[in-house]
Structure formats: structure tokens, C-alpha cells
């Protein structure tokens, strides 16, 4: 008995359509967030994540309603990002069916914002997305903003021990070095962010080949996240599940029952 | 019909609309009376133990679980909504829980908490809750437990140390885990206990 390897794809999602070309032929919408959703249900995603790219209110409207069909049709987490702002807005999405929550720019301008969340709904609702490069800070890793393109003159390493203290119960840290290329997660980072936290750690951004995913296991992730390499069926689920477990890592197989 | 406990405890929708899969007439429920005649009732519950257990009191759902127990009526904690029907709970202090079976829930002893994500069980001889999903893996979201076998039927699991995954016990069964995001293997442990009520 052990705990498997989670694998999300991750879903860029502005006023409730799926943004980033989506490669598959088998849907009749792939557009269509709710679809998209479902059939990595079926693939065998242990997990799935919306991210919300909308720029306005009513964008954001539109996400809920998405998130709330995509709740009564696949029965795995779903966590939902972007955007989050105050405990009200944890609470909007929770009541419309995401089991947790994944807050960024808003942490970094308001802490407490992390102890606030936790304390109302617990540290398991709350994913710390970590948007993180190299740099000549103490660690050798800051946090940025806007997408990688601004430094939030913050140390990676001190920011994620921050959170940890604060109350967040999970990490995602996308390398903004690696995040496109396909080239490779970056593993020197998720070691140096597992070494100071104790909470699951999700790593992103990067993934190429059928080896990069175990290269960031190796390195200390507990689950991977990925968009353009299943997005465009480089490589679907259950093919980086049965490369895994062929390398003697735990992983669930999903339609077995 | 089933009813769902509705005391204020986080995503009830999704747990509802799987509990529909079964086929059975499902509501959301925070009155008593409709709760106590359900033919199965669902005790959900997210967060700390004292807040679950004092939104718990404040629908008497605490009493309400005694008297199904007492009446023999099917009851099926999920997740915290488990960990309340012991004793007692030591998260941020010390806590009074239902006492349906006396043990404590306690924090894990694992490198990385909460323990999150899918996992295997070792199921208890003679489970009916897991008829035919005995070999699959359940979706976990926790970081305390109870550590040992209680009631009828105890299902373990690993995460650090050994702990509770569930019990069967009579007409009152729990989960750890959720069921409910537990994809297809939820689902069908799901069916399993609705086909017992």
C-alpha cells in the first residue's frame, strides 16, 4: 500500500472557454472546459485544475458556472485558480463544486490572506501557486508576477517556508524558466522547495518527455502538472501512467472497476 | 431516499449528484426529522474536527446520529464527517466527538502532511462496502486519524503509519477517504452501500 503519483492537466480557462489549442479529434467542443474535463476523467487524471484567465467580472461568472457543471459530471478533485482575491471569493467556488483552491498574486500582496483561508475552510482547500525562476537571491529562486515577466523581489525558498507557516496545504510551483519549453522540469528547483516544506508538492511547468515526469518525482514532487503535452496528445495519461509505473512508481489505475 | 447532512460542511454538490449515480432520490438535508427517517444518511465534513463537530451540534446532527444507530438505520460518514463519530479529536485541542466508537482521531506520523491523493486500502474480512473494489484506490485529503481497528469490520491503510480507512459496523459505516471524488471505484462503493439500504 502506498500513496500513487498524481498526474492533473491543468485547463486555461477565459469566460468559460478552454484557451492554448486543444489537439483532440475525439470531441465534438474542445472548447468546452466541462468536456475537456470529462474526458481526462476518463483517461485516468487523478486530479484536475481550472485555471481562470479572465480579465473581467463577468469571465469570472461564466468560470463558476463551469466549474459547477464540471462538479456534478466528474467525481475527482478539482481545484480552481485565478483570480482569488478574499475568503469570499474561496467561498463562491467551493459552494459551486472546487474541492480546493490555488491562490497566487493575491498571497503575495496580502499574507494573512493564506492564514484567513485556512482557518475559515482548513489547509486543505488552499494550493499555494508558486511562480518561481532562477535568480541571484539568497536561494538562487525568486517569485515572479505577470507570467514570469516581473520579479515580486521575493526569495522562493523563504516565500513557500512563509506559506507553509501560514496554513497552505500544498504547493504548485511552476518554473517560469521552464514553463513552454518542454525541455525538462526544473529539478534543481523542486528539490531545493521540497528540502524547506512539508506539505505535498506539485510540480509544473516543463514536461517533455516520458522521463522528465519521473526526473521530478526523483527530485521530490508528489504529483505533476501538465497542459500543452496532453493538451496536444503528445503524450496522453495513461501513457505517462504506464511509463510510471513500468519505473516502479505508484500510480492508480484508473477503469479497472 | 437518501439524505445528506447539510451543516454548513464545504462541497456538498458534488457529493450529492454521486450519490445520485446509485439511482436513489438524494436531498440535502439540515432538518431533523427528514434526516431521521432517511432510509440512508450521509454525514459529510471538511475542515478541523471542532468546527465539524460544533456545526455538527448546532443541527443536533450528534444526537441525530445516536438515535439512527439506536433505530438501526444505515449512516455513512465521510472524511471528518468520520473522525467525529469517535470519542474524541485532537486537532487544535482537545475534543469531544459523537462517541460511536471509543478512539481518538490523531495527527498522522508522516514525512508530508495532509496525506493527499489516491491510495490502496486493506479491506476487512467480510466488507460489503468494498465488494468488488477491494484492489482499487481512494482519494484521501487528511492529516489526522484514528490508528486502530474498531467496530465489526475495520478497512486500514498507510500513509506514515497504519490508520483507519473505514469501518462497518452494523447499520453504521465510514469512510476516511471520500468516496465521492474517488472516481469510478467511488462510485461503485457508493452503490454498494445505497443497494444495502
Known amino acids: 500500500m502506498s500513496l500513487s ?31 475537456m474535463a470529462s474526458l481526462y476523467g476518463h483517461e485516468g487524471a487523478d486530479e484536475l485544475t481550472f485555471l481562470d484567465i479572465s480579465a473581467s467580472v463577468a469571465g469570472r461568472e461564466t468560470t463558476l458556472d463551469v466549474v459547477r457543471k464540471t462538479a456534478e459530471q466528474v467525481f475527482i478533485p478539482l481545484t480552481v485558480g485565478g483570480g482569488i482575491r478574499s475568503v469570499d471569493d474561496v467561498d463562491r467556488l467551493l459552494r459551486a463544486g472546487a474541492d480546493k483552491v490555488s491562490i497566487n498574486t493575491a498571497a503575495l500582496s496580502r499574507p494573512e490572506l ?17 511562480d ?37 496545504g500544498e504547493i504548485l510551483l511552476n518554473s517560469m524558466d521552464a514553463d513552454g519549453t518542454r525541455a525538462g522540469y526544473d529539478i534543481g528547483m523542486i528539490s531545493a522547495v521540497r528540502a524547506v516544506s512539508k506539505v505535498p508538492l506539485i510540480a509544473s511547468g516543463g ?33 505517462v501512467k504506464k511509463y510510471l509505473s513500468g519505473h516502479n512508481y505508484s500510480v492508480r489505475n484508473a477503469h479497472t472497476v | 431516499m437518501i439524505a445528506i447532512l447539510d451543516y454548513g460542511s464545504g462541497n456538498l454538490r458534488s457529493a450529492q449528484r454521486a450519490f445520485e449515480t446509485s439511482g436513489k432520490e438524494v436531498v ?21 474536527f471542532a468546527a465539524c463537530m ?6 443536533r446532527g450528534d444526537q441525530l446520529v445516536r438515535e439512527r444507530i439506536s433505530l438501526k438505520r444505515p449512516t455513512l460518514g465521510i472524511c471528518v464527517g468520520m473522525q467525529i463519530l469517535f470519542a474524541r479529536g485532537v ?7 459523537v462517541g460511536v466508537w471509543d478512539a481518538t482521531a490523531e495527527k498522522l506520523q508522516a514525512p508530508i502532511l495532509p496525506h493527499m491523493g489516491w491510495n490502496t486500502v486493506s479491506v476487512g474480512t467480510g466488507s460489503s462496502l468494498f465488494h468488488g473494489v477491494e484492489n482499487e484506490s481512494f482519494y484521501f485529503v487528511h492529516s489526522y486519524a484514528v490508528k486502530k481497528q474498531v467496530g465489526a469490520i475495520s478497512t ?34 457508493i452503490k454498494n452501500w445505497t443497494n444495502s439500504l
Open chain 1, 5 to 35: 503519483v498524481r498526474i492533473i492537466p491543468c485547463l486555461d480557462v477565459t469566460d468559460g472557454r478552454v484557451v492554448k489549442g486543444v489537439n483532440f479529434t475525439d470531441l465534438v467542443d474542445a472548447g468546452d472546459p466541462v468536456e
Open chain 1, 114 to 130: 493564506i492564514a484567513e483561508i485556512a482557518d475559515r475552510f482548513g489547509s486543505q482547500v488552499l494550493v499555494l501557486s508558486v
Open chain 2, 91 to 97: 486537532e487544535h485541542g482537545d475534543h469531544e466527538g
Open chain 2, 156 to 189: 486500514m491503510a498507510h500513509h506514515g503509519e497504519d490508520f483507519l480507512a473505514a469501518v462497518e459496523d452494523g447499520a453504521i459505516a465510514a469512510t476516511q477517504f471520500h468516496p465521492e471524488k474517488s472516481g469510478d471505484a467511488g462510485l461503485h462503493l
Open chain 1, 207 to 239: 514536461a517533455g518527455t516520458l522521463e522528465d515526469f519521473a526526473s521530478a518525482l526523483d527530485a521530490g514532487a508528489d504529483a505533476l502538472l501538465a497542459a500543452s503535452v496532453f493538451h496536444f496528445g503528445i503524450h496522453r495519461i495513461g501513457d
Open chain 2, 28 to 48: 440535502l438535508t439540515s432538518d431533523y426529522d427528514v434526516a431521521l427517517n432517511a432510509d440512508g444518511l450521509v454525514v459529510p465534513g471538511v475542515g478541523a
Open chain 1, 132 to 168: 518561481a525562476r532562477r535568480a541571484r537571491t539568497d536561494s538562487g529562486f525568486e517569485v515572479t508576477t505577470h507570467g514570469g515577466r516581473e520579479s515580486a523581489g521575493v526569495d522562493a525558498l523563504a516565500w513557500v517556508e512563509k506559506a507553509c507557516a501560514l496554513g497552505v
Open chain 2, 54 to 59: 460544533q456545526g455538527l451540534a448546532s443541527v
